[in-house]
């Protein structure tokens, strides 16, 4: 059973930072993709980041120079650290993982600047 777990989210100032953390099981994490997507209220989903198993990363363009992926193969975990925080990066922010063309999501954490 493939489980994703985020963690982290939380209230923030504008300007602040937070770390989102998502610990996965039940996948073969260092071969899979790994990324973040957030959904805002009333607004689709939408692409964050992802960082591959060689560690390539991809930021959209809106977050680029304040947030940054990574991953630890050894703890089978994926980070995002997000720094300068706007009220518009508002959502819930969902882990994602790709395994041989299958997705799986997490339940999601709520991130509010405010």
């Known amino acids: 059973q493939v489980q994703l777990v985020e963690s982290g989210g939380g209230l923030v100032q504008p300007g602040g930072s937070l770390r989102l953390s998502c610990a996965a099981s039940g996948i073969i994490f260092s071969i899979s993709t790994m990324g973040w997507y957030r959904q805002a209220p009333g607004k689709e989903r939408e692409l964050v980041a992802t960082?591959?198993?060689?560690?390539?990363?991809n930021l959209v363009d809106s977050v680029k120079g304040r947030f940054t992926i990574s991953r630890d193969n050894a703890r089978n975990s994926v980070y995002l650290q997000m720094n300068s925080l706007k009220f518009e990066d508002t959502a819930v922010y969902y882990c994602?993982?790709?395994?041989?063309?299958?997705?799986?999501w997490g339940q999601g954490t709520q991130v509010t600047d405010h």
């Open positions: 960082i591959s198993s060689g560690y390539g990363t």
């Open positions: 994602n993982a790709v395994q041989i063309g299958k997705s799986y």
